[in-house]
């Protein structure tokens, strides 16, 4: 038995798409979330490697400041080595793996090596990023043919590699992959070979991202306009008559948070609800849960929580602050084999519009709820209800303010607190995160509780970044509530934004205004 061949793992080269997060294939996501190890380039979205399970590896072979990349002889050879680990591999390409990926090579190497591997395609840029600069790369009357060309090399190995007689007038479109440098090249190539001066162009550049910038000129001026504009790669490169759609058809900037990367720091259990709504609003949101909530744990922490549900027949409210709240409320009551029933005595009472829908969604329905959404709001709303004597259960985390219980006891109600859950740190750090914030590709930082300003701050610093305040405050910052902003000041932040509701909608419609206020500033309105 102790002569048993090792397992050998599985490669699978999956395209993440040109770079939006969702525009990854079912397929491609399951295979990131089995991997054991990914090996990704700066072109794959950091959203997908979210999605990888606890424990994986990550493995960054694209090129970083101060950082070489990785060559692709050295790429195959680690495929290969973590294979014959007997690991599950996934190789993470922007874009089609297939479409100037370098795919070929690297199953080649597996297929010599006896390597079991699969090709998962991907959305490829070359038709992706023209769609979201408003730009179809067929159309019924301008375009019936488009072709894929090539734009990464120099003038001699491109004039061997693309026969320019054959390419310039074979299709109705022609789109150039990562040909920003070679502009001036490619646009006298075309012209030399017949294409008209008049043949409109556009580059866009770090399609279906936050940086998505789009230039738009004719084959006869759009290399000096690049030069004008210091127009950066990578960029898709689109020439041919259906870059007159653009301005009919470009729907990506009409979005609200179009152009923005929003930093949100939630619990990845609580994340979802703002990240997709970041999305259907155009913006790019980049997930970095700070903080995490547990049941607690060890009989120190149990025994006031085993006594309180023993006595839940015996209060005259219980007031629940938060979703959390309600959330492990329930996974108590069922622990203490105990159901709704057990509440019948009670009023129960809930701040905040998430935090009464968790309640209606068990089948329970709020006193009627405060104007404002925090603990001052709940005693204004029920002043003349709390008599002294009336025992209270305050169930929340074990970092929730003392001023509501502390004023419940001055009106002499009888207060149990109670910490149903814990609020931990992270323990993962984020080196792309750290790379964007440094060069001020985080546009806007969300964070919507006082424990995840201070975690974010710290693990900040645990990632060697003593600076940490300064860092964060060359963004904008958006603050769920007053009790948030106060906590972020008092570490030295600047809060730029405050919901008028401290509720997610009300941090989103703070988020557009600033947004929309940006755009008159820069369009002089």
């Known amino acids: 038995m102790g002569n048993e061949p090792k397992r050998v793992g599985k490669v699978y080269l999956v395209g993440a798409g040109p770079g939006d997060a969702k525009l990854i294939t079912i397929k491609g996501l399951e295979c990131i979330k089995k991997a054991d190890v990914v090996v990704y380039d700066r072109l794959a979205s950091p959203r997908l490697l979210r999605q990888m399970k606890p424990g994986a590896r990550k493995i960054y072979v694209g090129k970083r400041t101060e950082r070489h990349t990785m060559k692709q002889e050295d790429i195959n050879k680690l495929l290969v080595e973590l294979a014959l680990e007997g690991h599950v591999v996934v190789r993470l390409k922007g874009g089609d793996p297939t479409v100037f990926g370098r795919v070929g090579e690297e199953a080649e190497e597996l297929r010599q090596h006896g390597i079991g591997y699969e090709i998962v395609p991907g959305i490829t840029s070359s038709i992706a990023v023209p769609a979201y600069a408003g730009i179809p790369v067929t159309h019924r009357n301008l375009a019936s043919s488009f072709s894929v060309v090539t734009g990464h090399e120099n003038p001699e190995k491109l004039d061997k590699m693309i026969k320019w007689d054959k390419v310039t007038n074979a299709t109705g479109t022609l789109v150039f992959m990562m040909g920003v440098a070679?502009?001036?090249?490619?646009?006298?190539?075309?012209?030399?070979?017949?294409?008209?001066?008049?043949?409109?162009?556009?580059?866009?550049?770090?399609?279906?991202r936050a940086e998505q910038e789009t230039l738009i000129g004719t084959l006869e001026d759009i290399a000096e306009k690049v030069a004008a504009r210091d127009f950066k790669p990578p960029a898709v490169i689109v020439v041919g008559d259906v870059v007159s759609q653009r301005e009919r058809l470009h729907w990506a900037e009409q979005m609200p948070l179009f152009g923005r990367r929003i930093l949100v720091t939630r619990s990845r259990s609580q994340a979802s609800e703002l990240v997709d709504r970041i999305e259907e609003l155009g913006g790019e949101p980049y997930e970095f849960p700070v903080i995490e909530t547990i049941m607690p744990e060890g009989e120190e922490r149990l025994l006031p929580i085993r006594k309180a549900f023993a006595e839940i027949g015996q209060y005259d409210w219980v007031f629940f602050t938060s979703v959390n709240g309600v959330e492990y409320f329930f996974r108590h009551l069922d622990e203490q084999g105990l159901d709704i029933r057990a509440l019948y005595?009670?009023?129960?009472?809930?701040?905040?519009?998430?935090?009464?829908?968790?309640?209606?969604?068990?089948?329970?329905?709020?006193?009627?709820?405060?104007?404002?959404?925090?603990?001052?709001?709940m005693i204004e709303a029920y002043g003349d209800k709390l008599i002294s004597g009336q025992r209270v259960l305050l169930p929340r985390g074990d970092l929730a303010r003392s001023w509501l219980p502390q004023a419940l006891s001055e009106r002499g109600l009888e207060v149990t607190e109670l910490d149903t859950y814990e609020t931990v740190l992270t323990g993962e750090d984020d080196e792309e995160l750290l790379d964007l914030l440094q060069d001020g590709k985080v546009h806007a930082i969300t964070f919507t509780s006082s424990s995840t300003v201070r975690n974010l701050v710290a693990v900040l610093k645990r990632m060697g970044q003593e600076n940490a305040v300064e860092l964060l405050n060359a963004s904008t910052l958006a603050c769920i509530g007053p009790q948030t902003a106060k906590t972020a000041e008092e570490l030295g932040l600047r809060v730029d934004l405050l919901a008028k509701e401290a509720t997610i909608e009300g941090l989103l419609e703070a988020l557009c205004a600033w947004k929309a206020s940006a755009d008159g500033e820069e369009t002089g309105m």
């Open 182 to 208: 070679q502009i001036g090249h490619i646009t006298a190539q075309l012209l030399k070979h017949g294409r008209p001066a008049s043949t409109p162009v556009a580059l866009v550049r770090w399609g279906t």
């Open 345 to 377: 005595r009670a009023r129960i009472a809930a701040v905040g519009p998430a935090t009464i829908e968790a309640l209606r969604v068990r089948g329970i329905r709020s006193e009627a709820p405060p104007e404002t959404f925090d603990a001052e709001g």
